[in-house]
């Protein structure tokens, strides 16, 4: 494993254990040359899939695109990053375990807004206002008052 610190390409493997929710292993290491120590996870890949754009082109999927996109709808909310990681960890075992080698990034969308939804209606909006492309203050409100309106039910 590269060291993030000075890029030399050993480093020893210090102390090994599963994440809390058994989805990845956690390895702190240990570089070989300047003794920095930094921390990997290592995930279960179950299958190569392709996300498939809007525009049509494929790109690999990318478990941290996911990530940032649901940390920065949640920045400031105090939602606890093992909340953040199962929602991210069940869209990819989703998207994974649908047995199809694309998906579209609508779906994967879709998914992302169904998860926030259930965990907090101030990130779902945030994460809905870029992934709906609001372009007006009214697309802001017509939608918050749909959320309000289910949640009241």
Same mark, same amino acid.
């Given at each position: ?42 995930? #279960?890949?179950?299958?190569?899939? @392709?996300? !498939? +754009? &809007? =525009?049509?082109?494929? /790109? ?34 989703? #998207?994974?375990?649908?047995?199809? @080698?694309? !998906? +579209? &990034? =609508?779906?994967?969308? /879709? ?40 949640? @009241?039910?």
């Amino acid at each position: 494993m590269r060291c993030p610190f000075c890029a030399h390409d050993d480093s020893q493997v210090k102390d090994s254990r599963p994440t809390e929710d058994n989805t990845a292993i956690r390895r702190r290491r240990q570089c070989e040359s300047c003794g920095a120590r930094f921390t990997t996870f290592e995930r #279960v890949q179950l299958r190569d899939v @392709s996300v !498939v +754009k &809007s =525009d049509g082109k494929r /790109e690999s999927f990318e478990r941290s695109k996911i990530e940032k996109s649901v940390a920065l709808a949640c920045r400031k909310r105090g939602i606890d990053q093992e909340r953040i990681d199962q929602l991210v960890s069940g869209i990819q075992r989703q #998207v994974e375990t649908a047995g199809e @080698s694309e !998906v +579209k &990034s =609508d779906r994967i969308g /879709e998914m992302v807004m169904e998860g926030l939804r259930q965990i907090d209606s101030v990130a779902y909006i945030r994460f809905a206002s870029v992934y709906r492309d609001f372009s007006e203050a009214k697309d802001f409100e017509a939608f918050a008052i749909q959320v309000r309106d289910a949640g @009241s039910e």
